[in-house]
Every structure is written in structure tokens, then in C-alpha cells.
């Protein structure tokens, strides 16, 4: 069973962001952002320059972080405010808050979960202060990321550095050319060296309860993460009542490769947005199943923040997947982004034959991974637990279906047979 | 007996070694395994509010029945892009109570390759279920595209496209359609509704007590029955599982369940489906080798369609006779399988507990040419009075 981790204060720090290790929670209790170790201590503390009450109502239900900023979601009563904030000299400084209120006539907020648009690339090259020419090593071909102009009208937003005097700064891109962007002229203020890292941030992805003012379905909404302005929405019951979302660079999707994708979780599962589609609606790269529900399997687990460091997704929750067991406190639990065996179906037929020690039934186990992609060239060992009947073979290569089968001849009493299909990760 | 599928909602339906239900309670449709496990699961895009109570699919769209203000709700739904999106919805009102629907749907195969933009397609098998207006959902292809395209009219063997497909198909490529709802209604003294699918039209209505509570039915291909392989509604009825022709509207064949404990209780099936010959009754309770189980979730338990010894009924003729080593007593083992029909060739095996008397022909087998389920023997008396026991055992072999 799960050990209790990170130990997070149930209605105090119902939020969580990770980045190198560490564990970040806002406390609006504490006025501060905390910076945790895994096994729950406060390995560091940044005061808010700006305070929270400590109304329950201001509790934060959801922390990001892009590389360079934390934003945190509050859901109030009469609106939801996202709020950006950078450590910057020990202390958290909130930067900028975008208000979304009830009384707008033709939207109503209820939301628990959100994410920021967030990529992370670094210099292909060195360049000098004063340059208006940055290459970079990915997103300088992509036409629609670099042409993003803010509903204000300025352009896209290239957070460089730090670099090795611990420089950083943001310049705004103009245009794109091969292999990089162009800035204006004299708005480079220092030098950075090839592979200083290059952060950059476009809209802010909110999971509400309401579709316009309507609460009979969900919609995922779309805002300017500069101004905080309303780009659009896309209605759906998927998006209703979402409690955890993040966003991050995925490579788990073949036919895709590695994709920016919003995460959120629905039920027991985890459905990867491709935002960056044109239409009315939003594809999915994919979806995966997790393991956030009880010993029951009915009785599905809340997840209450989610976050991702290379290949791990922590889920943020406060009771242990499997079983009812619950904590006092919000720790997390893990999922991975490699592929594992994660179901085996196992069907006979016919179901029911005689007990004759001559009839047979074809086995067939199906075996998948957690994005239900067929685990193929895996060995899969059958047993029965009728003395007298068998199976044969006793194991089987899954085929590019995820397919092995054998054959169970009975035995010679009527009896329920139980076929046990094991497979090994490796 | 195992728990199994461990379903918290009253329905369910089955594909390719996997149970769905659909849980109103996070808007989601999940994909179990047999021993209750989740293997995944697809949000629902709409919202469902209700209960559902029956869940049927058809190779393609998952229908869910729901009760809403007087009468039901049938919808439409498909997986697509990992969510499971609305596609239709009909509502039937007033005087409409029902637990038991299902779906007329048939699977085919493509009779002749086709190229892009071909308006004329052949089937295999059911061109004669075809009609204008009819939705045919062709591949997946070797490119693992698939398409829907609505046929015009039929001529011949002909089925005429309303417009070109999009894509190339090879022969013996996948085609599945529907065609008609089947809404078994509880108002009143019972009506069966043959629905159109795409329209939610009433077609026609079967009246009578036969069609009343009926809780759980579902549409197949079933395996087993007579005269061979046959697309029935399969519905049941107390603790029969009835095979509807749905184009002559006579039964297929009746078979007798085990949904019954004693004394007279008969055990409430809340959906069924059906893969190849397994018959999979969604229940909160069971009977199984002379136990009782009820459970707090539903599971489901089998039975098959596949003709297999159900019932033994023997008889002697005359039943006394003097204990002279000398007379004898016809003994007559009626073997019947699960449709009350008798089985054919079957050994009986019959032992008599008295020391002298004895059993002539043994094993006897059940008629080979009538059906009549009949093994006969004889009794040769002993030589002492006594009330002596005969017993048959049957045993299938195949």
C-alpha cells in the first residue's frame, strides 16, 4: 500500500505543482508558497507579497508552474481568479490576476481545475546583447506558436535565461526565419550562451462547470494568458466537473511523437487535449487509464491536482488507490507515462461446456496498456484450478493485437473453472 | 460462485472479451474486464442525469435506455477520439415504461472490392435487410479508415449509395448496419414497438401479455439454436430466454434458465448479451449447484446457447411387479436440453440398488432418430420385495 508522502493540508493546500524534485504548494492560510520534499518536509518557504484571506473560499485549488512563473486558480463566490507569481528575491510577487466574475451576463465560473499553455526550448546557438536574431532548437518552425499575437496586439513572449550570470529577461518575438525569431532591435539586454534555456507561455486553459450560464454541460475555456481575455470555448460534458489538469510535453503517443498537450482527469482516466487543433472541437492525442479507484472498482478516487516530471504524473489526492483507505492529509500518488501492462481480458469460448474430460474451450487473453494499445510480443502464462482438467499451452506470445490464447479441456466434475491469465512486465 | 464483473449500474453489454456499463454517476462509459477491473474508460460528452437501464451495442454505436417523465429515452452514442459523443436521442412519451430494449443490427462482409467513390456496393449476406435510408458503416479497410455512407435504394443485389465512398475497400471488408429499435413496453398488458432507428418512428406495435415486464433482451447472431445459426431478439420472459424472429414474429426456439431459487423465486436479470455462444445475464443474485448467492453489485452469470442436457426424467412402466428374478419393468430416461427438446444419441447410464435385479441394456442411448430424448432399459425383478431405486445419469460427451 501507498505510504503518505508530501502530507499536504487538507482545505489549506489542496494544490500542487512539482519542478526538479521539489513539491510546490500554495497556502493561503500561510501566505506563502511552499516548497516541499517528498517526504513532507517544508524544505523552503516564499512569503506572498500579496496576502490571501484566510477565507476558506480562498483556498487555492490548483497550482502550475511554466518554467518561469507559478499561477494558482482560487474558486470564490462569485468568481474564479487566476493569479501569476514569480520568487523572485525569496519572495513569492504576485504579477498579474485575471478575474473571472459571476456577473459577467454571459458566462458563469465554476472551476477546479485549469492549466497554462507552457514550452520550453533553449538556444541553438550563442548570441550577444543587442542581437535581434535568436535561434533556437525547436518551435521556431511552428508558424501558429510564433505568430501568437496577444489580444492586445503584441506578440509572442520569449522569456530568456537565466544565463551564466543569472540574467533573464523577456523580449517579444516579431517574425520568424530558419531555425529561429527575430526581436527588435536593441531589446536583447544581455548575452546567453548555446543551450541558456528559452521559456515561453500563450493561453491559460480553464475546466468550468458552466457553459456560457448554462450548467446542464461543462466547457473548456480559452483565455489570453497575457491579457486574461475570453478567446473562445468548447462545450462538453467531459469538461464538467474536472478536478485536476496540468499541461506538459508527452512522448507517449507513437503516431504522434512528442506532443504539448493539456492533461486532465475524468474519472478514472487521463485524456491528453491537442490544443493547438483548428476546429470546433478539440481532438485527443489519447487517454489513459489509472488506478484512482477503491477496492470496490466502482467507487472512483478524486484527484485534486495533478503534475508531471519526466515520465512520472503525480496525482494529488487523499485516499490510497485500491483500497477505501483514506489520509489525513493529500499525498500523492503515481502513474506512469511508459507504457505497462495494465489489463488482461480473459474470455472463454463456448463459457460452459462438459465436465468430460474431453470438450475443450479456446482461452483468449487480451493484453493492453494503460493507453489501451495492445501490448504485443509479451508471454502469457494460463493456469486453471481444476485438478482434473488443463490447459494447454500454458503460455502464449501475445500477437500485434495483444492476443495469446490456449485451450482448456474440462475435468471431470461440474464445477466453476477459474482461468488465471498472468503476464510479466519486462 | 466468483463475483465477477462487479458492475455497480443495472447494464451492460459485451465486445471482444470486454463488459461496458454506463455509470450515470460519473457520466462515463467503462470498459471492465471479467474479474471487475477497469481496462479503461471513455467520458461521456453529454451528461446522462439519469440511470441507465439497458445498454445494448451494435459494433459500432453503444444505445442506452433511460427513463425519463413518462416514458423512456433511447440514445445513440459513439467512441470517438477517446470520448464517447451523443449522436441521437429519441424520447418516447406518454404510456411508455419499459427496462428492456435493443437494436436490430447485422455485421457483413463486403461480396466485392470497391474503389474511392463507388456508389454500388455488394454484400455478402444480408442485401435482403437493406433498405433506402440505412446507414452502412464499411471497414475498418487495410488502412484502418472506416466511413458511413446512407444507401438510396436497392436493386437486385445492387445497393445503391447516395453518394461515392471516400475511401477503397477490399473484398470481405467489414460492414455493419442497423435498422430498427425493439422497445418491449410495460404499459398497460404489454406491447412489443418496432421503432425506426434512424427516425424514432413507431413502426409497428405487437400487442400482448407475452411482451409485459419484460426486464432484459438483446439482438444477435445466436449460435445453437434451430435449425442453425440465426440473427434473433433474444428476450427474457420469467425463467425462459425466448428467440424472436423479428421478420415472422414466431419464436426461433424457448430455453430454460436457472434464474430461479426455490421455492418459487424467480431471480430478476437485469440485461443480457451474447457473444458467439455464451449468454451473459447481468444479476444481483444467483443460483449455482444447489446454492444461493446475492450480491450488493450486479455480476453476471452464463448460460449457453449451445444445445447441452438440461433436464432427466425417468419412468418405469409397470412400476410394481412381483420379485420373481423372472419379470421386468420398461424403464424410459426422458433426456431433454435446455429448449425441452429431446437430445439426440446420448449414453444413460443405470444403476439399481437391489442385489439380484438388474439393469438389461446399459448404457442406453437416447433415441438417434426422432428426438424424442428417450433411452429405454429394462428391469429384471429380484427375488426379495423391496422398493428398489433406479437412477440414469446422462452424460454429454460433446
Keep these: 500500500m ?97 478575474d473571472y466574475l459571476d456577473s459577467d451576463p454571459s458566462h458563469t465560473y465554476d472551476s477546479q481545475a485549469f492549466s497554462i499553455a507552457h514550452y520550453h526550448t533553449q538556444l541553438s546557438s550563442a548570441v550577444i546583447s543587442g542581437a535581434t536574431t535568436l535561434y533556437l532548437d525547436d518551435y521556431w518552425d511552428d508558424t501558429t506558436l510564433m505568430s501568437f499575437t496577444t489580444t492586445s496586439g503584441d506578440g509572442l513572449i520569449l522569456h530568456l535565461g537565466p544565463n551564466s550570470n543569472g540574467e533573464e529577461e523577456d523580449v517579444e518575438v516579431i517574425s520568424t526565419v530558419s531555425g529561429g525569431v527575430t526581436i527588435a532591435s536593441g531589446t536583447l539586454q544581455y548575452s546567453y550562451d548555446e543551450a541558456d534555456i528559452v521559456n515561453f507561455y500563450t493561453y491559460l486553459w480553464v475546466f468550468n462547470n458552466y457553459d456560457g450560464t448554462s450548467s446542464a454541460t461543462g466547457a473548456l475555456y480559452k483565455f489570453d494568458a497575457y491579457t486574461g481575455e475570453y478567446i473562445t470555448k468548447y462545450a462538453g460534458g467531459a469538461y464538467k466537473d474536472v478536478t485536476a489538469a496540468t499541461f506538459y510535453n508527452v512522448d507517449s503517443f507513437a503516431s504522434y511523437g512528442p506532443v504539448d498537450t493539456l492533461i486532465y482527469i475524468k474519472g478514472t482516466n487521463a485524456l491528453f487535449i491537442n490544443v493547438g487543433a483548428a476546429g470546433a472541437t478539440l481532438p485527443y492525442y489519447g487517454s489513459m487509464v489509472m488506478e484512482n479507484i477503491k477496492s470496490d472498482e466502482s467507487t472512483v478516487i478524486a484527484v485534486y491536482d495533478i503534475c508531471m516530471d519526466s515520465q512520472n504524473i503525480y496525482r494529488l489526492q487523499s485516499a490510497v488507490d485500491g483500497t477505501g483507505t483514506t489520509w489525513g492529509h493529500y499525498s500523492y500518488l503515481l502513474s506512469s ?56 499451452p500454458i503460455s502464449d506470445n501475445t500477437d500485434g493485437e495483444g492476443k495469446a490464447e490456449t485451450v482448456y479441456t474440462s475435468g471431470n466434475t461440474a464445477r466453476e473453472v477459474k482461468i488465471t491469465a498472468v503476464v510479466e512486465q519486462t | ?80 477520439n477517446n470520448i464517447v459523443e451523443l ?29 474511392a467513390s463507388s456508389s454500388v456496393i455488394y454484400l455478402n ?56 429499435l425493439w422497445i418491449f413496453n410495460s404499459y398497460g398488458d404489454g406491447t412489443l414497438h418496432k421503432i425506426d432507428a434512424y427516425t424514432g418512428s413507431n413502426i409497428i406495435t405487437y400487442s400482448g401479455s407475452e411482451y409485459d415486464n419484460i426486464t432484459a433482451c438483446t439482438f444477435g ?18 425463467t425462459n430466454l425466448k428467440y424472436l ?8 426456439g424457448t430455453m430454460a434458465l436457472d434464474n430461479f431459487q426455490p421455492p418459487s423465486t424467480n431471480i430478476k436479470i437485469y440485461d443480457l448479451a451474447i457473444a458467439d455462444t455464451n449468454i451473459y445475464r447481468l444479476q444481483k443474485a444467483a443460483r449455482y449447484y444447489e446454492s444461493n448467492y446475492s450480491w450488493t453489485n450486479y455480476n453476471y452469470v452464463l448460460s449457453t446457447s449451445r444445445r447441452f442436457l438440461d433436464t432427466v426424467s425417468i419412468s418405469a412402466y409397470p412400476v ?18 435446455q429448449y425441452g427438446d429431446g437430445v439426440w444419441n446420448k449414453p444413460v447410464f443405470f444403476t439399481d440398488d437391489d442385489d439380484v435385479g438388474f439393469i438389461t441394456i446399459n448404457p442406453a442411448y437416447t433415441d438417434y432418430f426422432f428426438g424424442t430424448g428417450e433411452a429405454i432399459t429394462y428391469y429384471k425383478a429380484g427375488v426379495e420385495v423391496a422398493t428398489v431405486n433406479i437412477e440414469g445419469e446422462a452424460t454429454q460427451y460433446d
Design chain 2, 1 to 80: 460462485m466468483y463475483e465477477n464483473i462487479n458492475f455497480r449500474k443495472a447494464n451492460m453489454t459485451f465486445d471482444s472479451g470486454y463488459f461496458y456499463m454506463m455509470d450515470d454517476s460519473w457520466d462515463a462509459l467503462a470498459q471492465k474486464l471479467d474479474d471487475g477491473k477497469t481496462a479503461f474508460n471513455y467520458p461521456l460528452n453529454s451528461l446522462l442525469v439519469s440511470a441507465v437501464t439497458s445498454l445494448e451495442y451494435d459494433g459500432i454505436n453503444f444505445w442506452s435506455l433511460q427513463n425519463i417523465t413518462g416514458g423512456v429515452s433511447i440514445k445513440r452514442w459513439q467512441i470517438e
Design chain 2, 221 to 238: 447472431t445466436v449460435k445453437g439454436t434451430l435449425p442453425s445459426t440465426v440473427d434473433a431478439l433474444v428476450y427474457e420472459k420469467n
Design chain 1, 2 to 98: 501507498a505510504t503518505e508522502n508530501i502530507k499536504l493540508i487538507i482545505g489549506q493546500q489542496d494544490n500542487f505543482t512539482v519542478d526538479q524534485g521539489y513539491f510546490y504548494t500554495f497556502d493561503h492560510d500561510q501566505d506563502s508558497l511552499l516548497q516541499k520534499t517528498d517526504d513532507g518536509n517544508t524544505a523552503f518557504s516564499y512569503p506572498f507579497d500579496t496576502l490571501m484571506s484566510n477565507a476558506s473560499t480562498d483556498i487555492v485549488k490548483s497550482a502550475e508552474f511554466d518554467g518561469v512563473y507559478f499561477w494558482s486558480l482560487q474558486n470564490k463566490s462569485d468568481r474564479i481568479s487566476i493569479k501569476r507569481w514569480k520568487i523572485d528575491n525569496y519572495i513569492c510577487k504576485l504579477q498579474q490576476t485575471f
Design chain 1, 337 to 392: 507515462l511508459d507504457a505497462f501492462v495494465t489489463s488482461i481480458s480473459l474470455a472463454a469460448y463456448p463459457a460452459i461446456i462438459a465436465a468430460n474430460t474431453i470438450a475443450t474451450t479456446d482461452i483468449t487473453a487480451i493484453v493492453k496498456d494503460q493507453f489501451l494499445q495492445p501490448i504485443v510480443g509479451r508471454l502469457v502464462y494460463f493456469t486453471d484450478d481444476d485438478g482434473a482438467g488443463s490447459v494447454l
Design chain 2, 87 to 115: 449522436k441521437d436521442t429519441f424520447n418516447f412519451t406518454p404510456n411508455f415504461s419499459s427496462e428492456a430494449f435493443t437494436v436490430e443490427h447485422y455485421h457483413d462482409t463486403l461480396a466485392s472490392g470497391i474503389m
Design chain 2, 320 to 337: 410394481i411387479l412381483p420379485a420373481n428374478g423372472v419379470n421386468t419393468t420398461k424403464i424410459t430416461m426422458l433426456v431433454d436440453d
Design chain 2, 245 to 252: 424472429n423479428v421478420n415472422t414474429m414466431s419464436l426461433y
Design chain 2, 125 to 180: 449476406e444480408y442485401t435482403n435487410m437493406v433498405a433506402s435510408g440505412v446507414v452502412l458503416t464499411l471497414g475498418p479497410n487495410s488502412l484502418d479508415q472506416y466511413e458511413e455512407v446512407s444507401v438510396n435504394t436497392i436493386s437486385g443485389a445492387q445497393i445503391i449509395l447516395a453518394s461515392g465512398t471516400q475511401n477503397s475497400y477490399s473484398i470481405n471488408d467489414s460492414v455493419n448496419f442497423y435498422n430498427h
